[in-house]
C-alpha cells in the first residue's frame, strides 16, 4: 500500500534577509509537528523499492564519499535532534566547498532565550569545574563529554564500510523531492536486536545527501537533517562564501582532531600499566582502532563499532582512591550497580549509556549507544580481563 504523499513548500523565510529571521520559531512551531509525524510513523514514499547486495550497498557508500568530496553546494538545513532539555530546532546555513571549506552559521533556534540561558550557566559551570580541576586534577566525569560524534555515512573507513555491509541490510526506493531536488530513499537497518536505523535521501543527479533519520536502537526518532533549500552552483557557493569569510559565526567543521591513534606498547606506557580489552563484544562488533586524548596522554580509549553503531572504553590511571563524594552531586538520574564486586555507575546521557568504574587502580568510563544490559556485560568482562592480567604478572 502507498502511502499519499504531496510535495511540502518550506515553511521558512529567505534566510538570506536578516529581518525575517526573528520568525523562524513560529513558522517552524505550526509546520514541524505534522511533519515530524509524517517522518517518525511513516517509513516513505516506496515506489520501486528493492534490497540490495552487499556489493551495491558498497558501490552507493563509494557514490556518496565521491560526492561529498567533489560537489560544491550552499543552502538551508533543518535540524532536529533530542536534548536534556527536550526537542531542539536549528536552522543552518551550511557552505560545502571541497576540499577545504565544509562551514555552518546557525541561522535561528526555537527557544532561543532559554537556549542562551543554558548556555550562560553552563559557562559558568565549567569555569567553576576548571578551577576544580586546577585543584584537584582531572576527573573522571570529564570523559562524559566525550559522546560518540555523530559520523556522515559518506566518510566511513574501508573498515566501518565492511563492518556496515556485515552487519546491515539496505533498501533502495525512489524518494520524495527534497528542496526542488529529486531523491533516491536508501534505508539502513539491522540484522540484529537493539542495533540504530538510518534513512538516507539522496540527489538523483549528484547523491548529495538531502536528508538524514537516525532512529535509535529502541526505534524512536532521535536525529533528523533536511535541506529546505540548496544550491550546487560552484560560482554563487564561492560568493557566499567570500561574503561571509569574516562573519565570526561561520563555524569550520574541518579541524585538528581531538585525539590521535596510539599503538599497543604506546598506550601501556601512558597508562603504567596493561591495556585492558573486553572480552566480551555484542555480536558484528570490533575493535576499530586504539587512540589517546591529546593533552591528556594518560587516557587512552578503545572504539568500537558495528559500522554504525558505536561504543568507546576509556582507561586512565587511577589518581584518586575514591571518586564517589565527587561523583555524589552528578549521580541524579543513574543507578550503580555490583558486578564482581566492584560497583558501577550507570546513567544515561542523549541517547547513550555511559558507565563508570574503577578496578586494579584504572579508572574506566563506557560511552556507547547499545543498550544498558549489553553494555554491562561488556564491563564485567573488562573487569575480569583487569584481574587475569594483574594474575599474569
Do not use: C
Not at 542562551?116 to 565549567?126: A, C, M, P, Q, V
Not at 579541524?255 to 606506557?269: D, F
Not at 586504539?290 to 589518581?319: H, M, N, P, Q, W
Not at 547499545?370 to 564485567?380: F, P
Amino acid at each position: 500500500m502507498k502511502h499519499p504523499t504531496r510535495k511540502l513548500s518550506s515553511p521558512f523565510p529567505n534566510t538570506e534577509q536578516p529581518g525575517n529571521r526573528t520568525q523562524f520559531g513560529s513558522h517552524v512551531i505550526v509546520w514541524l509537528f505534522p511533519a515530524l509525524l509524517v517522518f517518525a510513523l511513516l517509513i516513505g514514499y516506496t515506489e520501486n523499492a528493492s534490497s540490495g547486495t552487499p556489493e551495491e550497498f558498497i558501490e552507493v557508500l563509494r557514490r556518496l564519499a565521491s560526492a561529498e568530496d567533489e560537489t560544491s553546494y550552499s543552502g538551508a538545513r533543518l535540524i532536529v535532534f533530542h536534548t536534556p532539555r527536550g526537542l531542539t530546532v536549528r536552522e543552518d546555513l551550511v557552505i560545502h566547498h571541497p576540499p577545504e571549506v565544509d562551514a555552518v552559521k546557525v541561522l535561528s533556534i526555537i527557544g532561543r532565550e532559554h537556549f542562551d540561558k543554558h548556555r550562560e550557566n553552563e559557562h559558568l559551570k565549567r569555569k567553576d569545574r576548571r578551577e576544580r580541576r586546577r585543584s584537584r586534577g582531572d576527573r573522571l566525569s570529564d570523559r562524559r563529554r566525550m559522546l560518540p560524534p555523530r559520523k556522515r555515512i559518506s566518510n566511513l573507513s574501508d573498515e566501518e564500510i565492511k563492518l556496515l555491509v556485515q552487519n546491515y541490510r539496505f533498501h533502495l526506493s525512489r524518494g520524495a523531492a527534497i528542496a526542488g531536488e529529486e531523491t533516491d530513499e536508501i534505508k539502513i537497518y539491522p540484522q540484529y536486536e537493539d542495533r540504530p536505523t538510518k534513512r538516507l535521501f539522496i540527489a538523483r543527479r549528484n547523491d548529495i545527501v538531502l536528508r538524514v533519520d537516525e532512529f535509535d536502537y529502541t526505534g524512536h526518532l532521535r536525529f533528523m537533517a533536511l535541506f529546505t533549500r540548496i544550491e550546487f552552483d560552484r560560482e554563487k557557493v564561492e560568493a557566499t562564501l567570500a561574503e561571509l569569510k569574516n562573519d565570526e559565526k561561520l563555524i569550520f567543521k574541518k579541524g585538528e582532531r581531538q585525539s590521535l591513534p596510539i599503538k599497543g606498547a604506546e598506550a601501556e606506557k601512558a597508562l603504567e600499566g596493561r591495556l585492558v580489552q573486553p572480552t566480551y563484544l555484542p555480536t558484528g562488533f570490533r575493535l576499530l582502532d586504539t587512540r589517546y586524548i591529546k593533552r591528556r596522554s594518560s587516557t587512552v580509549f578503545l572504539r568500537y563499532s558495528d559500522g554504525l553503531a558505536t561504543f568507546s572504553l576509556f582507561e586512565r590511571k587511577g589518581k584518586h582512591k575514591s571518586h564517589d563524594h565527587d561523583r555524589g552531586s552528578r549521580r541524579r538520574g543513574g543507578k550503580t550497580i555490583t558486578r564482581h564486586d566492584v560497583p558501577i555507575h550507570v546513567m544515561r546521557q542523549h541517547h547513550t549509556h555511559i558507565l563508570e568504574w574503577s578496578n586494579s587502580g584504572v579508572d574506566f568510563t563506557l560511552i556507547g549507544e547499545l543498550d544498558a544490559s549489553e553494555l554491562i556485560k561488556v564491563a564485567e568482562s573488562a573487569i575480569l580481563a583487569s584481574r587475569n592480567d594483574i594474575k599474569k604478572e
